[in-house]
Nanobody
Framework: QVQLVESGGGLVQPGGSLRLACTGS????????IGWFRQAPGKEREGVSC????????DYADSTKGRFTISRDNDKKTVYLQMNSLKPEDTALYSC????????????????????WGRGTQVTVSS
């Protein structure tokens, strides 16, 4: 059974950091791109970052560039999202999903190309 499981969320103060993890099972993890998306209450889901199967292509939403870093460890079947300088507007449920390639993650149509969504991990940035 194909499955993606997110972890690492929590409550952090503005300016703080968190590292999210997305761990896959039930498929050949190294063959797929992984994307991170987030959805805040009352808002549409938005793309955060994605990474291709071989690290060759990485993309970030403009709102996260310079603060977030995506990476992967195919031996551990895990993609990480290091989030620094967190802001209250980063508060959301963060989910990961898989696709054949990493493209423009911020495009509204991009989630349509991703499948096997995890349940998400909550990130709350508040003082």
């Amino acid at each position: 059974q194909v499955q993606l499981v997110e972890s690492g969320g929590g409550l952090v103060q503005p300016g703080g950091s968190l590292r999210l993890a997305c761990t896959g099972s039930g498929f050949t993890f190294r063959n797929y791109a992984i994307g991170w998306f987030r959805q805040a209450p009352g808002k549409e889901r938005e793309g955060v970052s994605c990474i291709s199967s071989d690290d060759d292509s990485i993309d970030y939403a403009d709102s996260t560039k310079g603060r977030f870093t995506i990476s992967r460890d195919n031996d551990k079947k895990t993609v990480y999202l290091q989030m620094n300088s967190l802001k209250p507007e980063d508060t959301a449920l963060y989910s990961c999903a898989m696709s054949m390639m990493c493209t423009r993650v911020a495009d509204k149509s991009t989630p349509n190309y991703f499948t096997s969504w995890g349940r998400g991990t909550q990130v709350t940035v508040s003082s």
